[in-house]
């Protein structure tokens, strides 16, 4: 069905990262949030994604924003960061959707909701961790990963998940033993994520996670993700069964993450 | 959310959350509507992946599953969950429960699904708080062949539960007041009848369903009728009637547990004469394997030399095009047609080969058979089987669904084509000697195609 070969191939297909968005990132870095802008803003599409971001609904500003320098500085250093990959990501996301109901539009809140519900967990766990909070930028890609590996062999794909329950990812692992969060993984590290970033989210899609604050940060990752792919958008868009994980939570756990869903992120 | 619908037992899989919010994403008037025709005996939520559920999302769901209930008579309820999710249920409904809940599929199955081959020795420990429903399960287990172990208190089953094969000690049986059942047993489909049967067998036997086990090949049909209080003038015209469909096709219909307090005299020689058999239990017909193995031999069908028809070769086409796409796709090797034959099935040295057949049905009609060299069978259904370690039976099962998708890859061929089908559901067979019988008085188109190396015979008949 799908080889390691056609992964790596679909992989090398990714386009590295532009020298723009290189700059702003190593802006970022450098804690220059007007150079920052300034760079951003010679590229329309970018300024058009970050306006579109940043006036969603779950961020919260009432007026509409579109001064580069004033979305930089509303976004902050580790925010920016995030949208800024998060772009990116966009720009692989297919134009049409085809293994499931979905578009641009619903791809870029997803990213959104994630990445504010994302923060809110890492506050409520007292976790201040840079690259934990970028990780999270690049999940959003295993679904368009899966529509473009998947999409030429939807005609057995699509009967052979009428005969049994078998998740997207159960699939891929079973003909390439890779998870979508390896695939993420690989894209990190072509994007130059760091090597703590990467291995983060190996981790997420892994069944045995070693170090304590990881693991910690990986289960709750894990039930975040499970619970935006039970919302009712995610489920019309066939999302429900994506991934495949274990569901060792203990029950400590998932009171907190119903707490926080309830007092933050509903 | 589309349910995975296996021997007309439907499962819903829902992963995460179900919730007030979200439930009409898994189960809704479109899903209930979908599944009505299906006539299922079942129908279940597997909480297997889920990891929060609430009264409102469990309610609600309830609601739409009491219709198929009431509709179709099918048994109902949520299966694959902890012990703690199965006391949650008993707060959550303060134990006042009116549908089943299974802890597995594999459960479920044992209640309601197909029957172990060697019941006898499947060790099952049954455990309930509820002597009434401690006792109700034995009883049900009883009735469908098995011989459970019943523990007597909370520790006996903890300390057995390693022993056994199954152990149902967080179960509850809602309902089971089904119209009709069911299930296979070595070969033989088995239908379970109850209370008092008349004219409305008519509105809850599944004629489709039945007529799809016929064009598989399936030659004997068992009516149990032990859970019958009686069978009137219209219950007994509606089997025999059943009965010379079945001729048609060679297949024949047994009632086992029919005695003279819940028949007339006139009335049974009328099925008898009808060519119904009639044995006092179904232990009995089980045991008399030489009765068996004759009617399902029995080669004395009407239909006989049906053979190849112009229609048959204008879809050979798209049928051995799916056949070769979903085993390039699913195997990951390539596969060449090597020889195309109008003929008699023939196979050669097929010492360790599986078969699996599917009937097609609607703008056409025909049977597809398809014979795999063991090994190539094992590769190609890699992905549907659970872990390397898989079993024959699981081999088998997995090449029954391998074969439903090239059906469901035919059918969207066709309907390309305007050529309108619907599929049986799969038959699968362990011997090859099982297959040739199926097939020995019929011609049809014999494709052999090589899959790196090994043989896959398809052969496409009337």
């Known amino acids: ?266 | 959310m589309k349910p995975i619908v296996k021997n007309k037992i439907a499962f819903f899989h829902p992963q995460g959350f179900i919730d007030g919010e979200n439930v009409l994403e898994i189960i809704s008037p479109y899903e209930i509507e979908a599944l009505k025709p299906i006539k299922p005996i079942a129908v279940f939520i597997s909480l297997k992946k889920i990891i929060f559920f609430n009264k409102k999302g469990i309610s609600i769901a309830l609601d739409y599953l009491t219709q198929i209930r009431d509709s179709c008579g099918a048994v109902i309820g949520f299966c694959d969950y902890d012990a703690k999710k199965f006391n949650l249920f008993g707060e959550m409904f303060s134990h006042n429960i009116f549908f089943s809940l299974f802890e597995t599929e594999e459960v479920v199955n044992l209640f309601l699904g197909k029957i172990e081959k060697s019941e006898k020795e499947v060790k099952i420990l049954i455990y309930n708080e509820l002597a009434d429903q401690k006792n109700q399960q034995a009883v049900e287990l009883y009735e469908r062949g098995y011989t459970p172990h019943v523990a007597k208190d909370l520790n006996e089953a903890k300390r057995g539960i390693k022993e056994f094969d199954y152990c149902v000690v967080n179960s509850y049986l809602g309902s089971m007041e089904r119209n009709i059942s069911i299930f296979i047993k070595n070969n033989v489909i088995v239908y379970t009848l109850k209370s008092f049967v008349d004219s409305d067998i008519s509105k809850s036997f599944d004629e489709i369903y039945h007529e799809n086990l016929l064009r598989v090949g399936f030659k004997v049909f068992l009516f149990d009728a032990q859970g019958v209080s009686f069978i009137n003038v219209h219950g007994v015209n509606y089997i025999s009637r059943l009965s010379n469909a079945c001729a048609e096709y060679g297949a024949t219909i047994v009632i086992a547990g029919l005695d003279n307090n819940k028949i007339t005299k006139t009335l049974k020689q009328d099925l008898q004469d009808s060519g119904v058999l009639i044995y006092r239990d179904m232990k009995i017909f089980f045991d008399d394997k030489k009765a068996i193995a004759d009617l399902i031999e029995n080669h004395s069908a009407i239909r006989k030399n049906i053979g190849v028809t112009k229609q048959l070769v204008n879809v050979l086409p798209y049928i051995t095009d799916a056949t070769i796409r979903t085993v390039e796709v699913l195997s990951n090797m390539k596969a060449i047609k090597k020889s195309l034959q109008i003929q008699f099935l023939q196979i050669g040295s097929h010492d360790l080969s599986l078969g699996a057949c599917i009937g097609m049905y609607g703008d056409f009609n025909g049977i597809l058979v398809l014979i795999f060299d063991k090994k190539l069978a094992q590769q190609a259904c890699r992905i549907l089987l659970e872990d390397s370690k898989s079993s024959e039976a699981d081999l088998l099962d997995a090449l029954g669904e391998f074969v439903y998708i090239i059906g469901g890859k035919i059918i969207n061929q066709l309907l390309r084509q305007n050529i309108k089908i619907d599929i049986t559901m799969p038959r699968t067979f362990d011997t090859i000697s099982n297959v040739l019988s199926l097939n020995k008085d019929n011609k049809g188109v014999q494709v052999d195609l090589d899959v790196s190396g090994q043989l896959l015979t398809l052969f496409l008949t009337k």
């Open chain 1, 1 to 266: 069905m799908l080889t390691c070969e056609q992964i790596e191939s679909y992989v090398a297909s990714i386009p590295s990262l532009s020298k723009n968005v290189r700059e702003c990132l190593k802006y970022l870095d450098d804690g220059n949030l007007g150079l920052c802008a300034d760079t951003a803003s010679h590229d329309k599409a970018l300024m058009f994604y970050l306006a579109s971001i940043v006036n969603k609904p779950i961020f919260g500003f009432r007026n509409d924003i579109s001064n580069p320098r004033q979305i930089f500085s509303i976004l902050g250093v580790v925010r920016a960061k995030q949208i800024l990959y998060s772009y990116y990501i966009s720009l692989i996301t297919p134009k049409k959707w085809e293994v499931f109901d979905f578009s641009t539009q619903k791809f870029q809140d997803f990213q959104a909701r994630l990445i504010f519900k994302w923060e809110k967990i890492l506050k409520s766990l007292n976790i201040e961790n840079e690259e934990l909070s970028m990780a999270v930028t690049i999940i959003p890609a295993s679904l368009a990963f899966c529509d473009m590996l998947f999409r030429d062999m939807l005609d057995i794909v699509l009967p052979l998940r009428e005969v049994k329950q078998i998740s997207y990812e159960e699939i891929l692992y079973k003909t390439s033993q890779k998870t979508f969060f390896d695939i993420c993984a690989l894209v990190a590290k072509k994007w130059d994520f760091s090597t703590d970033i990467v291995d983060f989210i190996v981790d997420v899609g892994n069944k045995e996670v070693k170090s304590d604050e990881k693991h910690l940060a990986v289960a709750y990752l894990r039930m975040l993700l499970l619970q935006e792919m039970s919302t009712p958008t995610m489920m019309q868009g066939g999302f429900n069964d994506f991934f495949e994980f274990e569901l060792d939570f203990s029950e400590e756990m998932l009171g907190n993450f119903f707490k926080l869903i309830e007092k933050n992120l509903a």
